[in-house]
Nanobody
Framework: QVQLVESGGGLVQAGGSLRLSCSAS????????MGWYRQAPGKQRELVAT???????IYADSVKGRFTISRDNAKNTVDLQMNSLKPEDTAVYYC???????????????WGRGTQVTVSS
């Protein structure tokens, strides 16, 4: 009953920018953490960036200084601004939310279906 829908992926040349957006909808009491992960072909899914409900961000070393994560708690959305993109950023990017469906249920992790980001050299 909770859905995460990503948008904003695409094809861009190296050095370019893209902005990813993710919207969470459904039965949501509170979202604790929202974030972005990515998975390149033949590789494991890895953390890109996460952001706490108070706005505290965490970034993977590989994207620090290039990517910026932000969220809107009122709208249950999280964005990822990606600048100075490199071919090694090519991957499927997944939105993740750790949230409570009700006040009394434990936190649960939900994932979006992913959006493709391709950076050409």
């Amino acid at each position: 009953q909770v859905q995460l829908v990503e948008s904003g992926g695409g094809l861009v040349q190296a050095g370019g920018s893209l902005r990813l957006s993710c919207s969470a909808s459904g039965s949501i009491f509170r979202i604790n953490v929202m974030g972005w992960y990515r998975q390149a072909p033949g590789k494991q899914r890895e953390l890109v960036a996460t952001i706490m409900s108070d706005g505290t961000p965490i970034y993977a070393d590989s994207v620090k200084g290039r990517f910026t994560i932000s969220r809107d708690n009122a709208k249950n959305t999280v964005d990822l601004q990606m600048n100075s993109l490199k071919p090694e950023d090519t991957a499927v990017y997944y939105c993740r939310a750790d949230l409570l469906v009700t006040k009394t249920t434990p936190p649960y992790t939900f994932w979006g279906r992913g959006t493709q980001v391709t950076v050409s050299s």
